[in-house]
């Protein structure tokens, strides 16, 4: 059964750091897929956060996160992420961790974890 499981988050104060994981477990080859964080606020529609391809490669950050998120991951753990500096007020989100095998590989379904919370603030 595949499954993608987030931790790490919590209240934090603005400035502070988070750091999340995603553990993936029942892939039978983790390190094929490519791996997304995307963040859901009160209100709001869900939005990618971060990107990174199946060998870590290569990375991808919405504007609103680019110098302070860092995305990551290690093949050999099945794990994936996200390392949040001077987070501010509006970062506040469930933030889900996202799987999804693409080209040049077989496209697959894209896999989703239950979610993690991060509240910024003072």
């Known amino acids: 059964q595949v499954q993608l499981v987030e931790s790490g988050g919590g209240l934090v104060q603005p400035g502070g750091s988070l750091r999340l994981s995603c553990a993936a477990s029942g892939f039978t080859t983790f390190s094929r897929y490519t791996m997304r964080w995307y963040r859901q606020a009160p209100g709001k529609e869900r939005e990618l956060v971060a990107v990174?391809?199946?060998?870590?490669?290569?990375?991808n950050y919405a504007d609103s996160v680019k110098v302070r998120f860092t995305i990551s991951r290690d093949n050999a753990k099945n794990t994936v992420y996200l390392q949040m500096n001077s987070l501010k007020p509006e970062d506040t989100a469930v933030y889900y961790c996202?799987?999804?095998?693409?080209?040049?590989?077989?496209?697959?379904?894209?896999?989703w974890g239950q979610g993690t919370q991060v509240t910024v603030s003072s």
């Open positions: 990174i391809t199946s060998s870590g490669g290569s990375t």
């Open positions: 996202n799987a999804q095998m693409l080209p040049p590989f077989p496209l697959s379904r894209p896999y």
